[in-house]
């Protein structure tokens, strides 16, 4: 069965620091990987997609970026964090090559205070 | 272009109580529609999924959803709510036309359950 794991789980960083957020997937081959945050009471917003690898796709101009330097893994970074990176980043994986029916699979998340 | 609307922020009923979820969407084809659920500080869970086939969608947890095309209209609905129901719920609508991944996301209903 395919399982996702996201690290780490809870995460205080200071402004102006950077910032690596990791994210694996086991049990499946070339999945479309995704990265979304979740700030509170704004829904969910999705950053970055991946169908493979060194293939990224932002949706969003912003601070942070993504890379995908192997087939189920995922980063997202920072260079320098700002008070308005605060939230819960969440990455998830879909099967590729089906894009209208298949569902998302989320990590469990990674809650980033920027103090 | 397609988008999910959930009719209630917040939502409270009582434990052994039933529980409706409303959720409208808009799309110009039959679209894939799902339900999410989320605990607090976790990634999503799918509840169920509605793909073309049966109108009436059994998910997990005793949680069943109908699809009516006249109405616009994937509302989630269980018999009896159980305290563990105590949670966050996403609407998700598929647009093969979007960009990356294909899901557009409500903004999420809060279920209160009370004992």
């Known amino acids: 069965s395919q399982t996702i794991h996201q690290w780490p789980a809870t995460l205080v960083q200071p402004v102006g620091s950077p910032l690596s957020l990791e994210c694996t997937v086991e049990?499946?081959?070339?999945?479309?990987l995704y990265w979304y945050r979740q700030a509170a009471g704004r829904g969910l917003q999705l950053l970055f997609y991946s169908v493979g690898i060194g293939q990224i796709s932002s949706e969003v101009p912003q601070n942070l970026s993504a890379s995908r330097p192997q087939d189920r893994q995922f980063i997202l970074s920072s260079k320098k964090l700002l008070l308005s990176d605060s939230g819960f980043y969440l990455c998830?994986?879909?099967?590729?090559?089906?894009?209208?029916?298949?569902?998302?699979?989320f990590g469990n998340g990674t809650r980033l205070t920027v103090t | 272009a397609q988008s999910v609307t959930q009719l209630d922020s917040h939502v409270s009923v009582s434990e052994g109580t039933p529980v409706l979820l409303r959720c409208n969407y808009s799309?110009?084809?039959?679209?894939?529609l799902f339900w999410y659920v989320q605990h607090p500080n976790k990634g999503l869970q799918l509840l169920l999924k509605y793909t073309s086939a049966a109108t009436l969608v059994k998910g997990i947890n005793g949680f069943e959803a109908e699809f009516k095309k006249s109405e616009t209209s994937f509302h989630l609905t269980k018999p009896s709510a159980h305290m563990s129901d105590a949670a966050e719920y996403f609407c998700v609508v598929s647009d093969p036309n979007q960009a990356g991944t294909a899901l557009i996301f409500g903004k999420g209903t809060t279920l209160s359950v009370s004992s």
């Open positions: 998830a994986w879909s099967l590729a090559g089906v894009r209208d029916n298949s569902p998302l699979h």
């Open positions: 049990g499946t081959s070339n999945p479309n």
């Open positions: 799309s110009s084809y039959s679209p894939s």
